[in-house]
């Protein structure tokens, strides 16, 4: 494979990707992009940059999308200001099949726009960073949703791209192992839901982290 488009956010799982199929894959040109969907912080971002750097991206996007934010605000505490990101231990878990934290369609989006700029540059294949949640789930991150949207992409009767997903049935705590292998420096990743200075370490995203970096017995370096 000489090319590749990966979704990069700047978290665990996208970072840890944009590695894999830099050095496992073996891949020569990759478009990295990123997303500025009116999410709560701009935090991950700069991660998004810092890894795009370190791997030494062919392109690395940040595509302003912020009116996206608007359109979904009234389903998600991620893209509406005026709510608080709840802590994991407040989601009951008959919601964490789908909690608050989820943004409506987020995946779709992002995925059919990286399928546009995949098809515009001759590219074939992307790479999006989903894994199987320990704690909730999202229904945009499992092998139905990835399997149906490469049926949809599959219509495209000349040049047809294919969505991969290699983590979406490993947990976080083995796509730690994976970073940690392939020298990820998770210091210059961004996980936290809410942003700020440091990691909350309460919310969803926090939890899960924080449970991953326990079970490999490594000391996450942001906390």
């Known amino acids: 494979m000489a090319s590749a488009v990966v979704l990069l956010s700047g978290g665990i799982d996208s970072s840890t990707l944009l590695h894999y199929v830099h050095c496992t894959l073996g891949v020569e040109t990759i478009y990295a992009l ?126 047809a791209v294919t969505v991969h997903a290699p983590f979406v049935e490993k947990r976080k705590a083995d796509v730690v192992r994976i970073g940690l292998d392939l020298g990820v420096d998770f210091a210059l990743t961004w996980t936290c839901y809410r942003g700020g200075d440091r990691p909350c370490g309460t919310c969803p995203s926090c939890v899960e982290r924080a449970g991953a970096f326990s079970e490999t017995g490594q000391t996450d370096p942001l906390t």
């Open 34 to 159: 990123s997303f500025q969907y009116s999410q709560r912080h701009s935090r991950e971002l700069v991660a998004a940059a810092a890894q795009a750097a370190a791997v030494g991206v062919h392109e690395h996007r940040i595509l302003d999308i912020s009116g996206f934010g608007g359109l979904t605000a009234a389903g998600s505490v991620l893209t509406n200001p005026e709510v608080e990101v709840p802590d994991l231990a407040a989601i009951p878990e008959s919601e964490r099949q789908q909690p608050p934290t989820y943004v409506p369609n987020r995946n779709m989006a992002l995925l059919s726009l990286a399928a546009a700029y995949a098809e515009a540059n001759g590219v074939r294949d992307i790479y999006y960073g989903a894994q199987a949640q320990d704690e909730y789930g999202y229904w945009d991150c499992t092998t139905d949703f990835l399997a149906r949207i490469n049926a949809l992409l599959a219509l495209n009767r000349k040049d």
